[in-house]
């Protein structure tokens, strides 16, 4: 289970040696029928979607709080801040939650994948698209035949063209 591999990584990378530099550690998700990633470095956890708590006046994207052992989380929906149509969570829907910038958030996704080892060669520049939120993709990652959109946590939580939500947490 895919749940299962990223909680055994998550668990054990303290003791494991990152020395290969040409080498990016992922976390693969699914929004629509678009397969994406982050760094496994930034990832603290996943988990099933639990009950949100919405906020009153809450910038768009955030789709409310939730209570992570005692400690209140910002969840932000990132299919809507991607630009996909909304949809309600089911039973693959999960919470990655990460730390930004020493804030810890987390983003709703539709399923998680796998966890993915992909050298850097693998990974292209991001494409230069006018107008789009192009800004949060970090590259273009080619595995076998699947291409992954390599998001950039920094771009997308704390830039001001990011979705702004430390003050939550």
Known sequence: ?????????????????MADSNVRELVAFRIDTEEFAVDIGSVQEINRVVEIRRIPNAPPHVQGVINLRGKITPVVDLRGMLGFPARPTDGQSRIIVVEVGG??????????S????????????PPNVAGGDS?????????DKRLLIL????KMFLS????????LG
């Open 135 to 143: 800004v949060f993709v970090d590259g273009v990652g080619k595995l």
């Open 103 to 112: 804030a810890v958030i987390g983003f709703l996704v539709d399923a998680v």
């Open 1 to 17: 289970m895919v749940l299962h591999e990223v909680d055994e990584y998550l668990g054990d990378r303290k003791g494991r040696c």
């Open 114 to 125: 796998e966890v993915v080892r992909l050298p850097k060669a693998s990974i292209d520049t």
């Open 160 to 167: 001001p063209e990011g979705v702004r939500v430390t003050g």
């Open 151 to 154: 998001l950039n946590l920094q």
